[in-house]
């Protein structure tokens, strides 16, 4: 039994697919099925159950399968841990965040970042806060940029900066004069918000939870950007974090209401595991967000 032959159970296991676990894992499809026949034979027990389009982990495979990532995520502490020996400043960090931060965040972070860690460039992975979650457990990103709550096992955190929300509507609109407006008062209207699923929105409707309401027009939208063209477009008002409508996202077809104070806000975290062994990256991207001149972000590190 090696390694290799552990990465492709977890693959095969994960893709559901030869072709696709046998591309993800940079070989042949004939290389990775004869690998894991091979580990089937030596173990005397089927792990996978085949069939005409499909292939699954068996009853056992599954348990085979969830050990063999334990023993991959200890292999690569001890890749890590002899990488750390020389500097835990050389080498990608796998940075994961979330989708409502990384197009505004990033240009900036990485720019300081690369003044702070020239030689840690950042392996990037955007997705939803779950898959976050997930990505952290498995050890398929080393840290993570998510708004906070997220309550991990094992999982620590560390408040970075807060955002506020504000109100975003088109020019011409009725609300366009208002010097600020209350959470209670975005209501009754065309009321543009993201798709379930994403944690901006349930932020958005704690906020504003007459939102919700049987009487509001709700429409949806898959991400910020494409909301803010629609509501630059005449077709309602939203709600979005102040980091995403600043240069160079600002736009001459819409109108930016602050919420009267107390503002409702995110706070935004760096999460890792516990067991991290390059506590210096986390240094270093805290460095790199303490160095940012935004004032979107109203800095806690």
């Known amino acids: 039994m090696t390694l290799t032959e552990l990465r492709y159970i977890v693959a095969l296991a994960q893709e559901g697919n030869f072709s696709r676990a046998a591309e993800r894992c940079s070989v042949s499809q004939p290389t990775l099925s004869v690998a894991i026949a091979r580990l089937e034979d030596e173990l005397s027990v089927q792990l996978f159950e085949r069939g005409k389009g499909f292939v699954s982990p068996s009853q056992v495979g599954v ?3 969830e050990q063999a990532q334990r023993a991959l995520q200890e292999a690569e ?3 890590q841990i002899a990488m750390c020996g020389r500097d835990q400043l050389a080498g990608p960090l796998r940075l994961g965040v979330i989708h409502t931060i990384g197009p505004y965040l990033l240009p900036q972070l990485i720019q300081s970042l690369n003044r702070v860690a020239p030689g840690m460039p950042l392996a ?3 997705t939803m806060t779950a898959s976050l979650a997930e990505m952290l457990r498995d050890n398929a990103v080393d840290v ?3 708004a906070l709550p997220f309550d991990i096992p094992g999982v620590l955190t560390r408040p970075l900066y807060d955002e506020a929300f504000k109100v975003v509507v088109p020019r011409g609109h009725a609300w366009e004069g208002k010097a600020c407006i209350s ?3 975005v209501e009754g209207a065309e009321v543009l918000l993201l798709k379930a699923g994403n944690c901006f929105r349930d ?3 704690d906020a504003c939870p007459q939102v919700s309401s049987p009487e509001t027009d709700v429409r949806l939208g898959h991400s910020i950007g494409t909301i803010r063209c629609m509501v630059a477009s005449g077709l309602g008002v939203s709600v979005l974090p102040e980091g995403a409508l600043g240069q160079p996202y600002s736009s001459e077809l819409i109108s930016i209401i602050p919420f009267r104070p107390p503002e409702p806000s995110r706070r935004v975290a760096l999460a890792w595991r516990a067991g991290f062994v390059r ?3 986390i240094d270093a991207l805290l460095a790199a967000v303490r160095a940012l001149n935004a004032p979107a972000y109203r800095l806690l590190v």
Do not use: S
């Open 144 to 146: 993570a940029i998510i």
């Open 203 to 205: 932020q958005v409707l």
């Open 77 to 79: 502490k001890v890749r």
């Open 183 to 185: 959470p209670e008062e």
């Open 63 to 65: 348990k085979v399968v």
């Open 279 to 281: 506590p210096k990256a």
């Open 124 to 126: 990037i992975e955007e």
